[in-house]
Structures are given as structure tokens and as C-alpha cells.
């Protein structure tokens, strides 16, 4: 028998814990051999998923209900291959039930680093999907290629994007920025063809229970492609407000009302559901209620994930409650006073004290996973307070260049506006918090990447400091749920003069729906977004001359 080396006696040494048989494939001798007598012959209803990879664990998760209903009792396979000829890991009585409302998850240890597995459930007779993972690399690494995805609202579209983005090759680990699934009730946001697409709300109102929670998560997960996509790729995520509910922040939300109940309860609800059906890893012991953690990808990229959203933010500012109701008077030293007051947190200080920690590990690449952009969207305030529209703004814009003497006194005032921030629920409302993360990154002259979901439109900004670049933001477009050609009628026409018009801003994609892959090496990191023709229907193709490519250079 062949000599074991350190590696390989620790990974038998871990047959002492619990049942987890941990297969010697190189001697080609073993295959699966726990004893699977005790099974309950449960159904695997959806599919199988993985996430939170590192070099050695990897989180698999299933759902598993057996046939009286109550607990289900499977076992874990994992092989280097898809016919599971070469088995690596198995274990038994893994248990769930209608606690965990019959999700199963289960940290897979002692893997090897930069390895591709495969992995399956087993009850009895029933097998599940098979699903395809991959752990992190260690050392000296030369190439990271990652993937985004945002706001997967099931009732406005199909998940064509899940299913292109399941067929990328190569990738580290995907990212879900967060909105996975949509709170509402029918007939609140974006469904008017929910009916005709087979693809109504359930629960039929807006969810507030548990109970509710993990039925929009059964659903959302019930789609083929939405499978597709998890058994394809390890899925590294944080959620954003819909997960709880429109527009929160630490303690509210723009869509609670107290008549819902308290807050918190629902919060709880919301984010228990969540850590049932996401493959994630609490960061601290079993705390649900964070996401902060971070991935390490050898000496080329630091991978943190930030909370801006339940974690610490204060109340979003809105321009009503500074504007007079009679007279419309907009009392701009209040706003400006209040917008950039220094103590205004998004992320809090213990967020930014765990993202100095990642630079004790040095990276070529520091990647800032988040939920909102960050990237400055100042627009002119008529156009922010849809007083005209963007095409008539334009049109303006063109008369004053053009023909300056026939601009009457009420269009001059709509040109001479100040530019203000085009959404105060992003890191434009909290322009102090904002600082204090770009001062971080400037302190230790990082190659910062930040990625961010939440607009439904897909963006490339460089972000300043002053006069200082500090990096560059990539943020990808939705998977199914409608951007800015829905409420001001964008088109790809716009796209060049929206570029021209933002300072930082390098492109934006302000039509269609997709996905990004961002793939990083020590010279460079290049993104690149892909977009399908439609959500509507399922017959549909990726517009390949919308594909867009960006490359930067690493400044260190
Ligand atoms: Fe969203």
C-alpha cells in the first residue's frame, strides 16, 4: 500500500468524526461504503446547491422530504468525476425535517485545495441532481474568475440568465449580490405578465412569516434553471432588502409598516428562511443575521462581502421630507447638511475595522462584494425629481448648444439646477461612510474592485477620492427584474451621452438583462457583461453584440 503523506493521514484521521468516510482514490481500491439501511427513501424536491467554498470545506445543500413527512434521513457523495468512478467523500445520516423546513446543508472538510467535485444526495432508492463544485486555490495563483448575478424576481421573467450564466466555464466561485427573492404581493412590482408566464407570487401577498419566507424560497428555487445554475457553480451570497423587504435598513424599511408587526420579528423571519435555502456559512458560530465574511484565492484576491444593508445602516434621507408641500420650496442647506453628516453609517465601524484586518493578507486584488453602488450618479435635479424627462432634458441640453436666444426663462432655470444624487438609498446617501472605505484602500494603495447589484442595470465606475483614483466599480444587471428602460424609458441610445454625462462614469448597459464575469490575474482584471434578448419568453438568445469587455491594469 502506498505511503500516506501528512495530507492524506489527516484526511483518514477524520474517519474519527462523526460518520464521514473520506475514500483513498488513489489506490483505487474503495467506493461509497456507508451503511444507508437507516434511509427514509426521501425526494430531493430542489435540486442540490453548494457554496462558501475555501481551500479545504465546501458547503452542500439539499432539500429532502420523505415520504411520511416527517424527518428524512440522506447521505453526501462527493467524486472527482460525474460518474462518481472516483469517489472521494461520503457520508451518512445526515438528517433534516420540517424545522429547517426539510433544507439540508452540511460543510463538506478535508478537501483539497483548487479541485473540482462533484456532488450527490442518496435516500434509499432516490438520487439527487448531481451538482459540480470547486474549492479555493492556495499559493502562488495566476488566474480568479468570478461571476455575478443580482435581483432574481421570479414573477417578472424567466430565469434565462441563470441559464447562460450555469454555462460558463472555469469559474472560481458565483456571487449573488442579493435580492434572490421579492417580498410582494401580486400586483405590487413588475409582474403584469406573471399570469401569462405561469409565474405568480406564492404565497399569493406579500410575505411577513416564516412560513411565507420559505414559500417564495420553494418557488424561486422550484425553477429548472434557477437549479441549473446553483448545480453548476459554488454560490458565494449576501442579501440585499428584498430578502426582508423594500428599502430596509437596520431597524425599518420603506415597505413595513407596524401594522405588519415588529420589524425585528420579520427580519428574523426573513433572514432565517434565507440561511435555511442559501448554501452560506454563518461567519460567527450559528449568527443568521451576518454576512460579513471573506475568501481568499492564494496571493491573488482577497474576497470580502460587506452588509450595507441590515447590519448598520442608518434611515435612508428622502428629498420629500426636505421639500415645503405647499410651496415646493427644496431647502437644500437641511439635505446637504444632513447628507453628509460625518457619524451617517452604512456599514458601521466594525465592518470597516474587519476590512483593515484583510489587507494583514496580502493580495494582488481586493475585491468588495456589496449590495448598492458606489459609484457617484449625480443627475441634474429636474430629471431626479422627474420634473422632465431624460429625452427632454437632452433635447435641452442640444437647444442651448444649438440655439441659446430661443431658450425661454423656464428652461434656463431647469439647465442652471444643480446636479444631485440620483439615489439616496446607495453609497451616494452616505457620501462619509463612503469616504471612510476609499480613505482604507487608499491607506494601503490597494487594487481595489468593488461589485455591486441592486439597479438592474449594469455599470462600470472609477471611483474617486478627490483627485485620487482608488478603483474601479463593476456592477452587473439583473436576472430578471426591470431597470431604468422601465420607469424613464432608457435605450441604447442613451447609453453613450448617460457615460459622457457622469463623471467616473466609464459604461453602462441601460436596456437589457445579465450577468458578469470578472476574471482577475496578477497584471490585470477583465469584466465582462453578457446580456439575453428577453425574460418574456424562454425562447431567446444572448445578444452578442451587447457583450461588452473591460480590461484594467493592476497600478501595483
Ligand atoms: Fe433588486
Known amino acids: 500500500?502506498?505511503?500516506?503523506?501528512?495530507?492524506?493521514?489527516?484526511?483518514?484521521?477524520?474517519?474519527?468524526?462523526?460518520?464521514?468516510?473520506?475514500?483513498?482514490?488513489?489506490?483505487?481500491?474503495?467506493?461509497?461504503?456507508?451503511?444507508?439501511?437507516?434511509?427514509?427513501?426521501?425526494?430531493?424536491?430542489?435540486?442540490?446547491?453548494?457554496?462558501?467554498?475555501?481551500?479545504?470545506?465546501?458547503?452542500?445543500?439539499?432539500?429532502?422530504?420523505?415520504?411520511?413527512?416527517?424527518?428524512?434521513?440522506?447521505?453526501?457523495?462527493?467524486?472527482?468525476?460525474?460518474?462518481?468512478?472516483?469517489?472521494?467523500?461520503?457520508?451518512?445520516?445526515?438528517?433534516?425535517?420540517?424545522?429547517?423546513?426539510?433544507?439540508?446543508?452540511?460543510?463538506?472538510?478535508?478537501?483539497?485545495?483548487?479541485?473540482?467535485?462533484?456532488?450527490?444526495?442518496?435516500?434509499?432508492?432516490?438520487?439527487?441532481?448531481?451538482?459540480?463544485?470547486?474549492?479555493?486555490?492556495?499559493?502562488?495563483?495566476?488566474?480568479?474568475?468570478?461571476?455575478?448575478?443580482?435581483?432574481?424576481?421570479?414573477?417578472?421573467?424567466?430565469?434565462?440568465?441563470?441559464?447562460?450564466?450555469?454555462?460558463?466555464?472555469?469559474?472560481?466561485?458565483?456571487?449573488?449580490?442579493?435580492d434572490y427573492i421579492y417580498e410582494y404581493g401580486p400586483g405590487t412590482y413588475a409582474d403584469e405578465d406573471a399570469v401569462a408566464m405561469n409565474r405568480v407570487m406564492q404565497p399569493e401577498k406579500e410575505i411577513i412569516e416564516l412560513d411565507e419566507y420559505r414559500q417564495r424560497y420553494a418557488q424561486t428555487r422550484s425553477d429548472e434553471d434557477c437549479q441549473r445554475f446553483h448545480a453548476a457553480h459554488p454560490l458565494i451570497a449576501i442579501w440585499d432588502d428584498h430578502e426582508v423587504t423594500n428599502d430596509a435598513w437596520n431597524d425599518g424599511a420603506e415597505n413595513h409598516s407596524i401594522k405588519e408587526g415588529e420589524f425585528s420579528a420579520r427580519r428574523?423571519?426573513?433572514?432565517?428562511?434565507?440561511?435555511?435555502?442559501?448554501?452560506?456559512?454563518?461567519?460567527?458560530?450559528?449568527?443568521?443575521?451576518?454576512?460579513?465574511?471573506?475568501?481568499?484565492?492564494?496571493?491573488?484576491?482577497?474576497?470580502?462581502?460587506?452588509?450595507?444593508?441590515?447590519?448598520?445602516?442608518?434611515?435612508?434621507?428622502?428629498?420629500?421630507?426636505?421639500?415645503?408641500?405647499?410651496?415646493?420650496?427644496?431647502?437644500?442647506?437641511?439635505?446637504?447638511?444632513?447628507?453628509?453628516?460625518?457619524e451617517r453609517e452604512l456599514i458601521g465601524k466594525e465592518s470597516l475595522e474587519t476590512l483593515e484586518r484583510s489587507f494583514y493578507y496580502p493580495t494582488k486584488w481586493h475585491v468588495l462584494a456589496q449590495q448598492v453602488l458606489m459609484g457617484e450618479m449625480h443627475l441634474p435635479a429636474p430629471i431626479v425629481s422627474q420634473q422632465i424627462s431624460n429625452a427632454d432634458y437632452g433635447n435641452l441640453a442640444y437647444k442651448a448648444q444649438t440655439d441659446p436666444d430661443k431658450l425661454t426663462k423656464q428652461e434656463k432655470n431647469i439647465l442652471n439646477s444643480p446636479n444631485i444624487p440620483y439615489n439616496l438609498d446607495a453609497w451616494d446617501g452616505y457620501p462619509a461612510e463612503r469616504e471612510r472605505v476609499l480613505q482604507l484602500y487608499k491607506k494601503y494603495d490597494a487594487n481595489l474592485v468593488v461589485l455591486s447589484g441592486d439597479t438592474h442595470n449594469a455599470w462600470m465606475n472609477e471611483l474617486f477620492l478627490g483627485q485620487w483614483k482608488i478603483g474601479h466599480e463593476f456592477a452587473c444587471s439583473s436576472v430578471t427584474s426591470p431597470g431604468l428602460e422601465k420607469y424613464i424609458n432608457t435605450t441604447a441610445e442613451d447609453e453613450t451621452g448617460t457615460v459622457q454625462a457622469l463623471s467616473g462614469l466609464q459604461y453602462c448597459n441601460l436596456v437589457e438583462r445579465g450577468f458578469m464575469t470578472i476574471s482577475f490575474t496578477p497584471s490585470d482584471v477583465i469584466a465582462e457583461w453578457v446580456f439575453v434578448s428577453t425574460v418574456k419568453d424562454q425562447n431567446y438568445h444572448v445578444l452578442t453584440d451587447r457583450t461588452h469587455s473591460v480590461r484594467i491594469a493592476s497600478h501595483t
Request: include cysteine.
Open 1 to 178: 500500500m502506498k505511503q500516506l503523506n501528512r495530507r492524506e493521514f489527516l484526511r483518514l484521521s477524520s474517519l474519527g468524526f462523526g460518520s464521514a468516510v473520506v475514500l483513498n482514490v488513489l489506490g483505487g481500491c474503495a467506493g461509497f461504503t456507508s451503511d444507508r439501511s437507516f434511509e427514509t427513501n426521501a425526494q430531493f424536491t430542489h435540486g442540490v446547491a453548494s457554496g462558501d467554498p475555501l481551500s479545504t470545506k465546501i458547503i452542500v445543500w439539499t432539500r429532502a422530504i420523505s415520504p411520511d413527512g416527517e424527518h428524512a434521513t440522506v447521505t453526501v457523495q462527493l467524486a472527482l468525476d460525474e460518474s462518481f468512478n472516483q469517489p472521494v467523500y461520503e457520508k451518512g445520516l445526515l438528517s433534516t425535517n420540517a424545522e429547517r423546513d426539510f433544507t439540508l446543508k452540511f460543510d463538506v472538510i478535508n478537501l483539497e485545495p483548487d479541485t473540482t467535485y462533484y456532488y450527490r444526495f442518496l435516500s434509499k432508492d432516490n438520487i439527487s441532481p448531481i451538482g459540480r463544485t470547486r474549492t479555493l486555490p492556495v499559493g502562488s495563483v495566476e488566474t480568479v474568475k468570478l461571476l455575478t448575478v443580482s435581483c432574481s424576481y421570479y414573477s417578472a421573467g424567466y430565469f434565462n440568465v441563470y441559464k447562460e450564466a450555469a454555462k460558463v466555464e472555469n469559474v472560481n466561485a458565483a456571487i449573488h449580490l442579493g
Open 268 to 342: 428574523l423571519a426573513a433572514l432565517k428562511a434565507y440561511a435555511e435555502w442559501m448554501p452560506i456559512r454563518p461567519p460567527v458560530d450559528k449568527d443568521i443575521t451576518s454576512i460579513q465574511r471573506s475568501f481568499i484565492f492564494g496571493d491573488l484576491v482577497n474576497l470580502s462581502l460587506i452588509d450595507t444593508r441590515l447590519a448598520k445602516r442608518e434611515q435612508q434621507l428622502s428629498y420629500s421630507t426636505f421639500t415645503e408641500k405647499e410651496t415646493g420650496a427644496f431647502d437644500s442647506s437641511a439635505f446637504y447638511s444632513e447628507l453628509n453628516r460625518t
